[in-house]
């Protein structure tokens, strides 16, 4: 996490990480239900699974 660009209030994000840890879901999977949840159009999520797909490809060059 980048502590230096972040907006949110340490006791917000310690509230955060209890949610998290009380859920048994890594930080990843917790974002990711919450972004399908609540419906959030993420252009990063859509971006990661992007990038996914080009390193399988990149990988079959490779193997």
Do not use: R
């Not at 230096?4 to 999977?29: A, H, R, T, W, Y």
């Not at 399908?36 to 990038?51: F, G």
């Amino acid at each position: 996490m980048n502590k230096n660009f972040n907006k949110i209030p340490k006791n917000v994000l310690d509230q955060v990480d209890s949610l998290i840890d009380d859920s048994g879901m890594s930080k990843e999977e917790f974002i990711k239900n919450l972004i399908m949840t609540y419906d959030i159009n993420s252009e990063v999520n859509n971006y990661a699974e992007h990038l996914k797909g080009y390193d399988a490809y990149c990988d079959s060059f490779i193997g």
